[in-house]
């Protein structure tokens, strides 16, 4: 069952190790398949040195086991969530990379203070507010989902693909689990350059027209960055 998918995710969740984004088991990756209603994700603390595609599990949109015989991650509700809420998306990445997860621990948005930043995310990268005591001692990983969603409500998923989940770390997200991981990454890098440039430079500033001209040209209709 959904034998390319799970091949594609399995890489995808490889690909975190390769890009130093995780350590030991420290993240997972899952991507949607929306024909069937079908949720793709890593198995919970499986090793990456021993995974394998087939070691995948499928799920459905209740986080109900379809296919599998190890455990799905133990985050997969939060996926779960981010899948209702979010119909545009394809693939989501959660890390602890180092520079993200200092950001939501710190409990602070990401500002967009640079192209780098603004080619791939429109405006900050959101951090959410404290979880509720209901909600940590509660269905704790549906409640993150939820919570993430709420700080999106003014907000467009597909223009900032990311968050920060305070005192946690960061879940991205894209058009395909490949899309998520490139987002991750870009994340991870964008919070170390602004870590860098607020140490520099405390008081900087950033041009809103740069902003608005680097997102558009790689989004939307007036889009020419790359190839046709």
């Given at each position: 069952?959904?034998e ?14 390769k ?12 991507a949607?398949?929306r ?6 994700i ?29 455990r ?9 969530v ?30 967009n ?8 995310f ?8 404290d ?7 509660g269905?704790?990983e549906?409640e ?10 003014s ?7 990311g ?21 991750a990454?870009v ?6 350059m602004?870590?860098?440039?607020y140490?520099v ?28």
């Amino acid at each position: 069952m959904l034998e390319e998918l799970k091949d594609k995710v399995c890489r995808a969740n490889l690909d975190l190790v390769k890009q130093g984004l995780v350590l030991f088991t420290w993240g997972n990756v899952s991507a949607i398949d929306r024909s069937s209603g079908l949720v793709v994700i890593k198995p919970s603390g499986v090793s990456y040195d021993e995974m394998k595609p087939g070691d995948m599990v499928v799920v459905d949109l209740n986080g109900k086991v379809v296919e599998g015989r190890l455990r799905p991650s133990s985050d997969t509700p939060t996926h779960i969530v981010l899948y209702n809420a979010f119909p545009g998306i394809g693939g989501i990445v959660h890390t602890h990379s180092t520079y993200a997860t200092a950001w939501a621990q710190a409990g602070r948005d990401l500002p967009n203070i640079g192209t780098t930043h603004a080619d791939y995310f429109h405006h900050a990268v959101p951090c959410t507010p404290d979880m509720t005591a209901e909600e940590v001692l509660g269905e704790y990983e549906k409640e993150t989902g939820n919570v993430i969603v709420k700080r999106f409500e003014s907000l467009d998923p597909l223009h900032t693909p990311g968050v920060l989940v305070k005192n946690h770390g960061p879940f991205t997200w894209g058009k395909d689990a490949a899309e998520a991981v490139c987002h991750a990454v870009v994340l991870e890098q964008v919070a170390k350059m602004a870590f860098i440039s607020y140490t520099v430079n405390p008081d900087l500033t950033m041009n809103d027209l740069l902003i608005e001209k680097h997102f558009s040209r790689k989004h939307g209709p007036d889009a020419y960055y790359g190839q046709k």
